[in-house]
T-cell receptor
C-alpha cells in the first residue's frame, strides 16, 4: 500500500464548477501538507502549504486537512480553463524532513 | 522568486551513452533532489543531496549517480543509458533543515529524456 493515495482521475468539469481533489495517507506523523499544480510539460509549482489540521484559503483555492481521518482536500471555486493541470499532494512529518511523500497526481480539465 | 534551472528541456540519447543532466538553483538552498516522473507512477525520488559533496539514495537509485561539487549545482548522471530510463526528469531544491518552510520543494521545468 502506498503511503499517499490520490485518485488519478482524469477529472473533467465545466467552467465555473467547484473542483474537489483529495488525498489519503497512512503515516499519522505527517503534519505538513502541500498542493502542487503542474501544467503539461512543466515542473510542479507550489499552490498551497498548510500545517496540521484545519482550513486555509487563498483566493479561489481552499485546502483542508483532517488529521483524524488522514485525509486532505483541495477545492477550486469558480474553476477556469487555466486551472486545467495535474494537481499533486505532498506531505512530510516535520519541517526538518528532507523528503516529501507525494501522491501520484490528479489530472483536471476545465471545459470552457 | 526561487529559480531552479535545468540545462535541457528535451534530450535524445542512444542506448549505452553516458548522459549528464544539470540543475542549478539560485536561492542558496541546502537541499537538492532528482526525481523521475512517469505516467501512473507519479514522482519517484532518485537521489538527493543535503550539502555539498553529500548525497543519499532515494527510492530508485539503480542506474544513476549524482554529483554536487558546488552548493548551487546538482548533476544527475546516467552511466550507460537504457531505454527504460526514458522519462521526465525533475530537479528540485529546498531551503533546508530548521528553516521556516524549509521542507517546501521548488521544481525546475523538467528534462524530457528519450533513450533510443
Amino acid at each position: 500500500q502506498k503511503e499517499v493515495e490520490q485518485d488519478p482521475g482524469p477529472l473533467s468539469v465545466p467552467e465555473g464548477a467547484i473542483v474537489s481533489l483529495n488525498c489519503t495517507y497512512s503515516n499519522s506523523a505527517f503534519q505538513y501538507f502541500m498542493w502542487y499544480r503542474q501544467y503539461s510539460r512543466k515542473g510542479p509549482e507550489l499552490l498551497m502549504y498548510t500545517y496540521s489540521s484545519g482550513n486555509k484559503e487563498d483566493g479561489r483555492f481552499t485546502a483542508q486537512v483532517d488529521k483524524s481521518s488522514k485525509y486532505i482536500s483541495l477545492f477550486i471555486r469558480d474553476s477556469q480553463p487555466s486551472d486545467s493541470a495535474t494537481y499533486l499532494c505532498a506531505m512530510s512529518a516535520g519541517s526538518n524532513d528532507y523528503k516529501l511523500s507525494f501522491g501520484a497526481g490528479t489530472t483536471v480539465t476545465v471545459r470552457a | 522568486d526561487v529559480k531552479v534551472t535545468q540545462s535541457s528541456r528535451y534530450l535524445v540519447k542512444r542506448t549505452g551513452e553516458k548522459v549528464f543532466l544539470e540543475c542549478v538553483q539560485d536561492m542558496d538552498h541546502e537541499n537538492m533532489f532528482w526525481y523521475r516522473q512517469d505516467p501512473g507512477l507519479g514522482l519517484r525520488l532518485i537521489y538527493f543531496s543535503y550539502d555539498v559533496k553529500m548525497k543519499e539514495k532515494g527510492d530508485i537509485p539503480e542506474g544513476y549517480s549524482v554529483s554536487r561539487e558546488k552548493k548551487e549545482r546538482f548533476s544527475l548522471i546516467l552511466e550507460s543509458a537504457s531505454t527504460n530510463q526514458t522519462s521526465m526528469y525533475l530537479c528540485a531544491s529546498s531551503l533546508g533543515v530548521g528553516r521556516n518552510g524549509g521542507n517546501i520543494q521548488y521544481f525546475g521545468a523538467g528534462t524530457r529524456l528519450s533513450v533510443l
